[in-house]
């Protein structure tokens, strides 16, 4: 998105905007809560009170990164209508929650859990698990924040036309960032996220309103010009990208659902129903997100026939510099659209921080150098880690490594192969700790190879999902082998008795 | 691990997504209704409303399966909140 000319002091002025809303949303949400930054939970979880609203935004802001529009439209672009795909994959998050969400919250709930990794202590009571679930957490995470900066520096320096460099943009929002998370905690990525979710919607909106103008309005003729020039683009896909198709089904499903600050919210909800009800609206927001940018992505290959690979990645701004050219209102959207995905950046970013930081806190120092410290110090490392991870993180973010899509699928791969251990974990008694560790790390092992060596997919099977079936099978035949006596994890009097393995277990 | 827990007044109502096999078949049918394996590969026409036929088809099956993952949302999915409510006096907003 660099080299836009539209924008300048009006692009300047909106991110000011924003900013400052962002530090007044912090400021008031940590007022007043000292004691909630004194406890983990109080701190990462908003002590579990997330009401309606402020859930809902949450999930929605978090869910839906600034990638979801600057990195989907071009690949709708490049792919064509087979990228319709995007909705039903994160429609597909929604339903994998449904697998686990239910019982893991009333859980959650009575044993007070701050992070994934707790219900893996609580479940399989195995330290050497609990050690690989948080150290690919901490990876994905910190992989999925390093996105979002390197998104970030070039959104604000797009949305700028270059008026604040992409090194000052990151910094700024950084500092912004980093100064909310810290005086409100959760409660302020939360509420902040309110703002965020409201400037992503009108962001979107803008920029689909913007894209059928230019078309003026007639959608059936983009797809009838597509299907005459780049019929590939409009045909149904080869079985081979139908079998890619299904997989990113299962993929973004198993994978988006089990990201830590995705589970976190699970555990932040004030309610039951405060839950369900925002899943349920988060359920169709795939149609008013992905689905959006979809169509502008289509209408791109009638209005910009021809890019190649990298300059498809400049569309959203190619679009917003065309629509921003018409006159002053289209202009104002534009600017509208590109203050929406700073914050959607923005809003994925501090919960990926915060839920960085709450492992740090609680898995890492909380259970080494800090088990007798205060949970009010725990905190403090926690923050102070989170500080120094978007520093080493921004020094990374100067030199941004390819398209913003392979990151992204990077970070599933390893991610997903925590879905084991949440979907089969709560309701299969005889898995067993040692099955889980093999299996989790054999199926990270196996994708992480693979998407290094840049090898797959296979027939459409990405490396990423050949890992987890590996993962699974290894989850489950371990577990099926072995005897009652050896199943170390699950005999261990600190497991709970729901979950500990008997001879008599059935399957 | 049986949460339906015999002592809530509300024990009767207590469900749970994954004890609802019907609804897991609805899903993955949806899902794959939606991926157009099953059609000619590289067919376009007829186009409907201007928009390739397999189209339109997996436009449809996306909007089913929102609208049953929103349903089990609201209506296959009550674990807690009997108990919750209780506690609150149904404040819960």
Redesign the interface.
């Known amino acids: 998105m660099n080299g836009l000319t539209f924008a300048g002091t009006g692009g300047v002025l909106v991110l000011i905007a924003y900013a400052v809303i962002m530090l007044v949303i912090g400021y008031f949400a940590g007022r007043g809560k000292s004691d909630e930054g004194k406890t983990n939970r109080g701190y990462y979880l908003t002590g579990g009170g997330l ?2 609203v402020a859930l809902l935004f949450t999930l929605y802001a978090t869910q839906y990164s600034g990638n979801a529009i600057v990195g989907y439209a071009p690949t709708a672009y490049r792919d064509g ?1 087979s990228w ?2 995007s ?2 994959f994160m ?2 998050v ?2 994998v929650y ?3 969400a ?2 893991l ?2 859980i959650a ?1 009575k044993q007070g859990f701050v992070t994934p990794t707790d219900w893996i202590r609580y479940r399989f009571g195995s330290t050497k698990l609990a050690v690989l679930v948080a150290v690919l957490m901490l990876w994905g995470l910190a992989n999925y924040l390093l996105e979002q900066l390197v998104a970030m520096g070039q959104g604000i320096a797009g949305l700028t036309g270059d008026t604040v460099p992409y090194q000052i943009g990151v910094i700024a929002f950084v500092l912004v960032m980093l100064a909310y998370s810290w005086t409100g905690g959760m409660r302020a990525v939360a509420l902040t996220d309110v703002m965020q979710g409201i400037a992503l919607l009108l962001g979107i909106g803008a920029m689909l309103f913007g894209a059928l103008y230019l078309v003026e309005g007639d ?6 010009h597509i ?1 005459q020039t780049e ?2 683009k ?6 081979e990208d ?2 890619n ?2 997989s990113m ?1 299962l993929l973004i499903g198993f994978g988006a659902a089990v990201y830590p600050h995705a589970i976190q919210r699970i555990y932040a909800a ?5 839950l ?2 925002s ?3 988060m ?2 927001m ?2 008013a997100t992905t689905g959006v940018v979809f169509v502008v992505g289509i209408i791109g290959i009638q209005l910009f026939p021809g890019l190649s690979t990298a300059d498809s990645e400049q569309l959203v701004g190619m679009i917003a510099n065309e629509v921003a050219g018409v006159n002053v209102v289209f202009y104002v959207l534009m600017i509208l659209l590109f203050g929406g995905v700073v914050a959607a950046i923005v809003s994925t970013a501090d919960s990926a921080l915060l839920a960085f930081s709450s492992i740090v806190s609680r898995d890492v120092y909380g259970r080494s150098f800090g088990r007798t410290a205060s949970e009010g110090k725990q905190v403090r490392v926690g923050k102070v880690a989170g500080v120094v991870a978007v520093g080493v993180l921004l020094l990374i973010a100067w030199n941004p490594p390819g398209t913003l899509l392979s990151i992204f699928v990077l970070k599933f791969e390893l991610i997903v192969q925590l879905a084991p251990v949440f979907v089969l974990g ?2 299969w ?1 005889r898995m067993t700790a040692n099955a889980a560790f093999w299996g989790m790390l054999t199926g990270a092992l196996t994708a992480g190879f693979l998407s290094v060596a840049d090898l797959g997919p296979f027939y459409g099977v990405p490396g990423g999902l050949a890992g987890l079936l590996l993962n699974v099978a290894i989850c489950v035949l371990g577990s099926l082998a072995s005897r009652p006596r050896d199943r170390a994890g699950t005999t261990d009097p600190s497991v709970p008795a ?2 500990r393995a008997t001879s008599a277990d059935p399957a | ?1 049986d ?1 339906r827990r015999s002592e809530s007044p509300s024990s009767t109502a207590l469900r ?3 004890r609802s096999p019907w609804l897991w078949v609805s ?1 993955v049918l949806v ?2 209704a ?4 099953y ?7 007829p ?1 409907i ?4 036929y ?2 339109v088809v ?2 449809g ?3 089913a ?3 049953i ?2 349903w ?3 209506r ?6 009997p108990e ?2 209780a506690a ?1 006096g149904g404040s ?2």
Request: neutral net charge; glycine residues 6%.
């Open positions: 009401g309606f209508f319709w795909q909705v039903p429609i597909a929604i339903a449904l697998l686990f239910p019982r919250y009333v709930k959608l059936a003729g983009v797809t009838q299907a019929p590939e409009a045909g149904v896909p080869t079985t139908s079998i198709w299904f089904i004030r309610s039951e129903r405060t369900k009800r899943l349920a609206i359920a169709w795939p149609l709560l309701y008694r729901d979950f | 691990m949460r749970e997504p994954i899903l899902v794959l939606g991926v157009p394996f059609l000619p590969t590289g067919t376009v026409e186009l409303g201007g928009v390739p397999w189209l997996s436009l099956a996306t909007l399966f929102s609208a993952t929103c089990a949302c609201l296959a999915w009550n674990l807690a909140e919750e409510e609150a819960d907003s």
